[in-house]
């Protein structure tokens, strides 16, 4: 039994350990802070300004975004 | 540009540059309708900078085999992600506030940063080779001719104006 649950729960920590794991625990701290933020700016925009500025900003991302992706190209 | 500069001082520069500015953010005065503005603009194109960064850093530390093998954690991580920060989130606005909700973001991104320095001190890319391009900024933007007459930017113009339209946004 103990050494069953020892495997249980040695195994996902071993995992977590790795390299792999490592990159996993990365992708999840990335996804909770990206998700939080961009929530929380989309949640104050549409407050503020509200659904009728999504179409300028959808202009305004495109006007900022293409610029950004050439010099962030290998 | 990417190029010139080791992937993992990128990630995390881009982390910090992004937690500098979730502090500052928060506390400017509002400047009519542009703060709104600025606001949503940097945090998405901060947001595309940095999966596009992690996944940069995937193949740079792990065989092509490797990443297949390992997709499904990574994507389970960020599912994961996903779920706890719109959580924390709606926990946050009901409990106290957006004021306070926003002065949590840089913590959460700090928290980010710290983990990452600290994975990619301790594991070592698979190609660790010199800097293949010294191309310069200027250089790097002669493409946006090409960028915009390519395939995807009409797509993402199609894409666009269908869920103007699907939203009925005017």
Known sequence: ?74 | MIDRFPRRQLFAYGLGLFTIIMIVLPVLPPIGKALPYANYLIVRTFEHLIYSFYYILVADYFTVTDNKRYAGHFVSGMAAGVLIGGGLLTAMTSLAGPTVAALVTPALVASALVFASWTTKRQHPLDAAVPASRESLAESLRILPRLMSAAMFLNILLQCIAEFLAFSLR
């Open chain 1, 1 to 74: 039994m103990n050494a069953q649950f020892r495997h249980r729960i040695g195994s996902p920590l071993r995992f977590l350990a790795s390299r792999a794991g490592s990159f996993v625990v990365l992708a999840f701290l990335v996804a909770v802070q990206d998700t939080y933020a961009s929530t929380l700016a989309a949640s104050q925009f549409l407050a503020r300004i509200g659904a009728q500025g999504v179409p300028l900003y959808y202009v305004l991302n495109a006007a900022v975004s293409l610029p950004f992706a050439p010099c962030f190209r290998a």
